[in-house]
């Protein structure tokens, strides 16, 4: 079993959609949770971080279940611009501040 | 502000000649440093990180190596390339009170 799985869609949505991704991890001690978004041929760059109690940035909520042992990240009203592969992150309880990324979720926002 | 360079931005090699990536991070100091491989259509692979200045540790097995001849600059090395070392190779840097990393423009290689 992966570490960190993720669904890697598409994920085909309209404009103006709400669309949520889930991302879950084997180990239990995982700590510190975090979403990064990547273009086409672009390098990963970090959307948010998760935390414990949930977060929420502008159109963007990050969710953490301990008991279910995944992260989710929701995104309302959807635009052209969220069309992404996104990549979730989980740092490593057992390396040095290594972190284990999942494959990632393609979204595909169309009008 | 801190900022990440990755050179060159791609690269074509033939089977067995060397290779040589250089990642420089400004505007910060001891930060850790991290290669991972992205190959097409899969997940982010991580080769080496750093800690300091010529610490490295490998995480697989492979013909690459890593060096950190100074605080903000971290290489990447082959002496005979393999075609199966074709992908998008992408520096990281940690903050040293931080967990989140934050990437460089990458690397796309393709060995032919």
């Known amino acids: 079993r992966k570490e960190v799985e993720q669904d890697p869609g598409p994920f085909n949505v309209p404009e103006g959609a709400t669309v949520a991704f889930n991302c879950t991890y084997s180990?239990?001690?995982?700590?510190?949770f975090f979403w990064y978004r990547q273009d086409c041929r672009k390098e990963p760059k970090l959307l948010m971080s998760v935390y414990s109690s949930g977060n929420e940035d502008g159109r963007f909520t990050a969710q953490l279940n301990r008991a279910s042992q995944y992260i989710s990240l929701l995104i309302r009203d959807s635009k052209l611009s969220d069309s992404a592969t996104y990549l979730c992150?989980?740092?490593?309880?057992?390396?040095?501040?290594?972190?284990?990324f999942g494959a990632g979720t393609r979204l595909a926002v169309h009008p | 502000s801190q900022t990440i360079h990755q050179w060159p931005a791609t690269l074509v090699q033939p089977v067995g000649s060397p290779l040589s990536l250089e990642c420089t991070v400004e505007?910060?100091?001891?930060?850790?440093l991290y290669w991972y491989r992205q190959a097409a259509g899969r997940g982010l692979q991580l080769l080496f990180y750093?800690?300091?200045?010529?610490?490295i540790s490998s995480e697989v097995p492979q013909n690459l190596s890593a060096s950190r001849p100074q605080d903000r600059q971290f290489i990447l090395s082959s002496k005979k390339l393999l075609l199966s070392d074709s992908g998008f190779y992408l520096c990281a840097w940690r903050p040293a009170r931080n967990n989140e990393q934050f990437f460089g423009p990458g690397t796309r290689l393709t060995v032919l």
């Open positions: 180990n239990s001690a995982s700590q510190s």
């Open positions: 992150a989980t740092r490593n309880p057992r390396g040095y501040n290594k972190l284990i």
């Open positions: 750093s800690v300091g200045i010529g610490q």
């Open positions: 505007g910060t100091s001891n930060p850790n």
